[in-house]
């Protein structure tokens, strides 16, 4: 398996998001061949930015989870942004590493969660 771009597969949660105070920006998703033939890893990379100013009031958990076809959760991993050390963005790369069998992907949700 070749390196794919499944950027059109994001799905946002924004309300969870600007409850938060933050926004997502420039994000993609990529699936990649694992070390093996029999596993993949789903990543995406973005920023997570303040919605406004420069601060975040509190730590963040970035979450991606990733859905099959048939709409049950097939992985999930995360990743978080410190408040004492956020000023303005921050750059995140999340992965998900997934059996090649379940390589049936129809969403891949990024979220925040407050941690």
């Not at 390196?3 to 420039?26: K, N, P, S």
Request: hydrophobic share 45%; aromatic share 8%.
């Amino acid at each position: 398996m070749a390196t794919i771009d499944q950027t059109h597969l994001v799905e946002y949660l924004d309300e969870m998001a600007l409850r938060l105070g933050v926004t997502f920006a420039a994000v993609s998703v990529l699936t990649e061949a694992g070390f093996d033939e029999e596993n993949c890893t789903v990543t995406a990379r973005g920023e997570l930015r303040a919605v406004s100013g420069n601060e975040i009031n509190r730590n963040v958990q970035i979450v991606v989870t990733v859905y099959d076809t048939q709409k049950r959760v097939i992985g999930t991993s995360s990743t978080t942004v410190n408040a004492d050390e956020f000023y303005g963005f921050e750059a995140f790369e999340v992965g998900v590493a997934l059996p090649l069998a379940a390589s049936n992907i129809e969403v891949v949700r990024v979220y925040p969660k407050k941690w």
